[in-house]
C-alpha cells in the first residue's frame, strides 16, 4: 500500500512540471484509515508547497490530518524561504506518520527536515519509490549534489538519422509533426537556458523562447567562437526583452570589439572564452554561478556531437518521424551515437512521430539514482 500511495504522490507531482522550476517538482496525499482524505502538488515557483497543499485540500473536504499519514515524495522542507517550513505545519497538524520517497540533498535540507519531524514524535520513513522520486527531479538533484546544470540534448530526426532537408531555400521544412513541436516547447517551459550553434541561428533565424509563454524567460545561448551572428536577427532584436548570451572566443572580442559593442548595445550579453579551455565546460560553469539548474542544447549535429564527446550529456530527448530523406537529407547524428547507452528510457508517440527519452550513465550518476536509503 506504501509504494500504491506513493505512486499516486508522484503522479500528482507532474502536474507542476513547467511552472515550479527551478523548485523541484512535489507531490504528496494524506491517508487515514485507508484512505485518501488529501491531495497536493506544487504548483507554481514561490507558491505553497505539496505538502501545504495537501493539507488545505483535507480541510475544505472536512476531514482531519490528526493521526494520519502522509506521503510525499521530497523531504519536506524546515527552512523559510519564499514560503515558511513544510514541517511546522505537518507537527501542527499532529501527523502521525510521515513517508518521504527520497531526501533532499540541498545544503538547507540534507534530512535535516526528517530529523525535525522525528524529534517531534512523528514516525518518519524514507526511501518508498526512491527512484521514480528522483527520476522526477533530476536537474534539482544535480545541482544541489554537484552545482552544476542538467544538459538535455534534444533534437528531431528521420528514420535514417537526418536532421534537416537538404536545399530548402529560404522555405523551412520541419521533420518532427506539429504535436512534436508543441511537446519541445512545453520542455522549454522547464528550462533555464536553451542552447544552440551559430549555424542554427544563421540557417533557421529562431526565436528560441517557449510558446505560448507563461511568463519563464530562459536565457538563449549562441555558441560564436567567430561572433557572426546577424545584428537583424530575431535573437537580438528581442534580447531588451528576454536574455540572450554569446559565448565567443576572447581572441574574437579583440579582432571585432566594434561588433561586439554593437551586440551589446542591442541588449544581448557576451561571454568571452580563454582559446586553451574547453567553450562547453567554461559555459556550464558560468551558467552554474548563474544558477542555472537546466540547460536545453537544441544545436545541429556538430554541437550535440560536442557535447557527446565530452561526455556532458545527462539526458538525450529524440522525435523521430516516420520520414526517410536519403540523399534529399542533410545533417547526420548517427555516427555520434555509436557509444551512447540511455537508461530509464521511455518510449511515446505522439501523434505519427515517435518519442525517446532516456538518461545518460553520467546523468545517472549526477542525480544519485543509485543510491540507498538515508
Not at 33 to 57: M, Q, S, T, Y
Not at 284 to 289: G, P, R, Y
Request: net charge positive; aromatic share 4%; with cysteine.
Amino acid at each position: 500500500m506504501n509504494k500504491r500511495y506513493m505512486q499516486i504522490a508522484t503522479q500528482l507531482a507532474r502536474r507542476g512540471f513547467g511552472y515550479v522550476e527551478p523548485n523541484p517538482a512535489v507531490g504528496a496525499v494524506i491517508v487515514k484509515n485507508g484512505r485518501i482524505i488529501g491531495r497536493g502538488w506544487h504548483k507554481k515557483f514561490g507558491g505553497p508547497h505539496a505538502e501545504i497543499n495537501a493539507l488545505v485540500d483535507c480541510r475544505k473536504r472536512g476531514g482531519n490530518p490528526k493521526g494520519a499519514t502522509m506521503f510525499v515524495t521530497l523531504e519536506p522542507c524546515c527552512h523559510f524561504g519564499k514560503t515558511g517550513p513544510c514541517t511546522d505545519a505537518l507537527i501542527a497538524a499532529k501527523l502521525k506518520r510521515v513517508v518521504v520517497a527520497t531526501i533532499d540533498p540541498s545544503k538547507h535540507a540534507n534530512g535535516k527536515g526528517i530529523g525535525r519531524l522525528r524529534k517531534a514524535g512523528i514516525k518518519v520513513d524514507v526511501g518508498v519509490c526512491d527512484t521514480d522520486a528522483r527520476l522526477l527531479n533530476t536537474p534539482f538533484l544535480k545541482f544541489a549534489l554537484t552545482g552544476k546544470p542538467w544538459v538535455t540534448l534534444k533534437w528531431a530526426q528521420t528514420i535514417d538519422g537526418k536532421l534537416a532537408w537538404a536545399n530548402t531555400g529560404s522555405k523551412r521544412k520541419w521533420i518532427s509533426c506539429e504535436d512534436s513541436r508543441k511537446d519541445a516547447h512545453n520542455l522549454r517551459r522547464r528550462v533555464g537556458a536553451i542552447l544552440v550553434g551559430i549555424n542554427t541561428v544563421l540557417k533557421d533565424d529562431p526565436l528560441l523562447t517557449p510558446r505560448p509563454g507563461n511568463g519563464k524567460k530562459p536565457i538563449r545561448v549562441v555558441l560564436d567562437n567567430r561572433l557572426r551572428i546577424p545584428l537583424d536577427c530575431k535573437l537580438l532584436a528581442t534580447a531588451k526583452d528576454v536574455p540572450v548570451l554569446i559565448v565567443t572566443a576572447d581572441s574574437t572580442l579583440r579582432k571585432k570589439s566594434q561588433k561586439a559593442k554593437q551586440i551589446v548595445g542591442r541588449g544581448a550579453e557576451i561571454l568571452g572564452c580563454p582559446t586553451h579551455r574547453s567553450n562547453l565546460q567554461f559555459l556550464l560553469t558560468q551558467l552554474s554561478k548563474r544558477g542555472i539548474q537546466r540547460l536545453l542544447v537544441e544545436g545541429g549535429p556538430t554541437v550535440l556531437s560536442s557535447f557527446l564527446k565530452e561526455n556532458l550529456a545527462d539526458e538525450i530527448i529524440v522525435y523521430v518521424a516516420p520520414k526517410i530523406l536519403g540523399d534529399k537529407g542533410t545533417a547526420d547524428i548517427s555516427e555520434s551515437l555509436s557509444d551512447v547507452q540511455l537508461r530509464f528510457a521511455n518510449v511515446k508517440y505522439i501523434s505519427d512521430d515517435v518519442k525517446i527519452n532516456g538518461l545518460t550513465i553520467n546523468g545517472i550518476k549526477a542525480a544519485g539514482i543509485s543510491k540507498g536509503k538515508l
